[in-house]
């Protein structure tokens, strides 16, 4: 009987994305400028939030975790994907297969917690805002915050530990440019139904926990509106969510695209995942500086501090 919990394959293959071999190097290059877009995007609304005491709100406490969770979700596939495309080395290690799953589980998790989060709290600003600066105090802020770092590190540590137990014995080519858990578990000689089963379950529980949250929110925020309806309520619930909707549709969208597009991976798959993890993280700062006036003051007020500086 072949051990269950050992895996006689060291290292896989990432097929990476189907582009033909004279194009390598325009896509590299168009793929490394969105990374480094997206991570001095995101970067850049950290150091904002960070500089401006006006963006120490929960609104933007929130919005600065998102940004570096957006950073580190790109970094934990992106930058192999580039190397990749460079080298033409294809071979990722199985300890780095796993834990490259396991941060990029933490990390899109992590994602739609956080945007169920800000929901939560544009709920708050728009239906309580008599009570926002009560109910939305610092220790339910950072309590809201762990609780999604918790949630997202148990449920990938979940994922992986039932993900280790298997064998991976023949084929080891993964038709994509991450360690997807999908293509891990197609890959697997063992068996794989209480893997499926608890992505089925726990998984699609997490996923539509955030989304209904998000979704409860702004049906409450909708029906809050629809009472009282006028010009300049319409135009403080657009500016107050605008920037958030935009991102959760974006956000849900790309990810609606990756796992309910077929029921095999795909060029349309891999295509989908690059929007969700490499153009998605990259637009999220644009929506946000583009559609928020806070944003944009802090930005002039620092690019006029280095003017000042450089006189």
């Not at 590299?28 to 969105?34: D, K, Q």
């Not at 799953?101 to 956080?114: A, H, N, R, V």
Request: proline share 3%; charged share 10%.
């Amino acid at each position: 009987m072949r051990p269950e919990n050992q895996s006689s394959v060291s290292e896989f293959l990432l097929l990476g994305l189907p582009i033909p071999p004279g194009q390598q190097g325009v896509f590299f290059t168009l793929f490394l400028g969105m990374y480094l877009t997206t991570v001095l995007g995101n970067l850049l609304i950290i150091l904002l939030i960070r500089l401006d005491s006006r963006l120490h709100t929960p609104m933007y406490f929130f919005l600065s975790h998102l940004a570096f969770s957006d950073i580190s979700l790109s970094s934990v596939t992106v930058p192999k994907m580039l190397m990749n495309m460079q080298t033409r080395q294809q071979s990722i290690s199985y300890v780095g297969c796993i834990s490259q799953m396991y941060f990029f589980m933490l990390f899109s998790t992590l994602d739609s917690f956080l945007l169920a989060v800000m929901a939560y709290d544009r709920y708050v600003a728009i239906c309580q805002p008599l009570h926002y600066t009560t109910i939305m105090r610092e220790g339910l802020c950072v309590m809201l915050v762990a609780g999604s770092w918790i949630l997202s590190c148990g449920q990938s540590l979940l994922y992986t530990l039932l993900l280790v137990r298997l064998s991976f014995c023949a084929d080891n080519a993964i038709i994509h440019f991450f360690c997807d858990i999908a293509a891990l578990l197609k890959l697997s000689c063992s068996d794989t139904s209480l893997n499926e089963l608890v992505i089925f379950t726990e998984g699609a529980m997490i996923l539509f926990l955030s989304f209904g949250i998000i979704l409860c929110s702004y049906i409450r925020i909708g029906t809050t509106i629809l009472r009282a309806p006028s010009t300049k309520r319409l135009f403080k619930a657009f500016s107050t969510c605008g920037s958030h909707l935009s991102v959760v549709f974006l956000y849900y969208g790309t990810l609606a695209g990756v796992y309910f597009s077929s029921s095999s991976w795909g060029s349309k798959d891999i295509i989908a995942s690059v929007m969700y993890m490499v153009v998605t993280p990259m637009l999220n700062p644009f929506i946000y500086s583009l559609r928020n006036r806070d944003i944009k003051q802090a930005l002039e007020m620092c690019v006029n501090r280095v003017k000042f500086f450089k006189q």
